[in-house]
């Protein structure tokens, strides 16, 4: 059965750095394209960082456009996300996801298989 797993978020002060990491079980990481998406309380789930399967096409929300940077371990069948300069704007439940065709996509309905999310709080 196919699963995705977050983990590394925590409480970090602004200006910190923190590396989220998806797990995927149940399928080739490197046959799907992965996005990473976060939810704000009392907004809608946003794209944050998204690739290609064949990591040739990768698109950046413009709120983290030069923070954040997104990498596969194909082998591991991981995933990650490194957060950099963090601000308590970032502050959101991150979910990372993976979508089949292996396609670059940034809405959260093309994507198939979703991990539970990880809560990241930036706050002083």
């Known amino acids: 059965q196919e699963q995705m797993v977050e983990s590394g978020g925590g409480l970090v002060q602004p200006g910190g750095s923190l590396r989220l990491s998806c797990a995927g079980s149940?399928?080739?990481?490197?046959?799907?394209?992965i996005g990473w998406f976060r939810q704000a309380p009392g907004k809608t789930r946003e794209a944050v960082v998204c690739?290609?399967?064949?990591?040739?096409?990768?698109y950046y929300g413009d709120a983290v456009k030069d923070r954040f940077s997104i990498s596969k371990d194909n082998a591991r069948n991981t995933a990650y996300l490194q957060m950099n300069s963090l601000k308590p704007e970032d502050t959101a439940v991150y979910y990372c996801?993976?979508?089949?065709?292996?396609?670059?996509?940034?809405?959260?309905?093309?994507?198939?298989?979703w991990g539970q999310g990880t809560q990241v709080t930036v706050s002083s």
């Open positions: 996801a993976a979508r089949l065709t292996g396609t670059l996509a940034l809405t959260s309905s093309e994507y198939d298989y």
């Open positions: 149940g399928f080739r990481f490197d046959d799907y394209s």
């Open positions: 690739i290609s399967s064949d990591d040739r096409l990768a």
